[in-house]
């Protein structure tokens, strides 16, 4: 699975028009709960040309490609540095997630100088991100009593809960129920593996996941206010200085 996920990245990325800094796979695969017909979620960040961000014409911060290499279906996104690191310092879990998501299949030697930088970017704020990204998704599986949002809202809400007490960033779900153990993942986890995207929970019984989703929704309140994480990122001069050289090398390398 590792080999074939390899060679479809190496295909999208030899397809872009700019160099990346590291791209990483994330969604389904990341979280642990991949079905047959899940995308390929590919995420990184690319370095413009000098004349695109020195210039009038500021073009092509962010690439996005939907199409199907070897028969798998791949989103790709893609940010400019500049917005990307923008994106890091606007406590952005997403990019967090991508960062440290352990299914890296590019990276460039200023990749792991941003890990540790991004590890100064961590604050107790992103707590409120993982809180009102759970509490949307749980709107849509109130809505559509599918699978795949359900564990969406455990594996966020579980994320939030584990950064806020550990300061560690952890996106897979059954890693972070190692800590937690929630006795129903499980059974939930193995539903999807052996289902679809569109997984249907018709027979949900909606009164305890409620119950769940709000004691988790309180807990993480609870670890937010008692994090000591900082209230804000301390990362952004070494994110400007890392943006400056990479701008620079690239400016001469062209």
């Known amino acids: 699975m590792q080999v074939a996920q390899d060679q479809i990245v190496k295909k999208v990325l030899a397809r872009q028009p700019y160099p990346m800094l590291f791209s990483s796979v994330v969604g389904s695969h ?18 413009l040309p000098l004349e695109n ?14 199409e199907t290499v070897d028969g798998e279906k791949i989103d790709f ?7 990307y690191f923008s994106l890091l310092l606007k406590r952005n879990t997403n990019v967090l997630e991508q960062i440290y998501s352990p299914l890296i299949h590019h990276r460039t030697a200023y990749f792991d100088e941003l890990r540790e930088i991004a590890g100064e970017c961590l604050t107790s704020n992103h707590g409120h991100a993982y809180r009102g990204f759970a509490q ?10 599918k699978l795949k949002p359900l564990l969406y809202v455990f594996r966020t809400l579980l994320t939030g809960l584990n950064l806020m007490e550990t300061g560690e960033v952890e996106a897979n779900i059954m890693r972070l129920n190692h800590r937690y153990r929630l006795p129903y993942l499980g059974d939930l986890i193995a539903l999807k593996l052996h289902g ?4 249907l929970m018709e027979d949900a019984d909606m009164s305890f996941y409620e119950g769940e989703f709000r004691r988790l ?6 670890a937010r206010f008692h994090s000591d994480l900082p209230e804000e990122p301390r990362g952004k001069p070494e994110l400007h200085d890392l943006l400056v050289r990479m701008r620079l090398e690239h400016g001469q390398a062209g």
């Open 53 to 66: 961000v020195v210039g009038l014409y500021n073009e092509r911060e962010t690439l996005e490609v939907m």
């Open 77 to 83: 996104v893609s940010h400019d540095v500049h917005k």
């Open 196 to 199: 679809s995207e569109d997984t």
């Open 136 to 145: 949307k998704i749980w709107t849509v599986f109130e809505k559509q009593r």
């Open 217 to 222: 929704m309180r807990r993480l309140d609870d």
């Open 30 to 47: 990341l979280y642990g709960f991949p079905s047959f017909d899940s995308d390929h979620d590919i995420r990184g960040a690319h370095i």
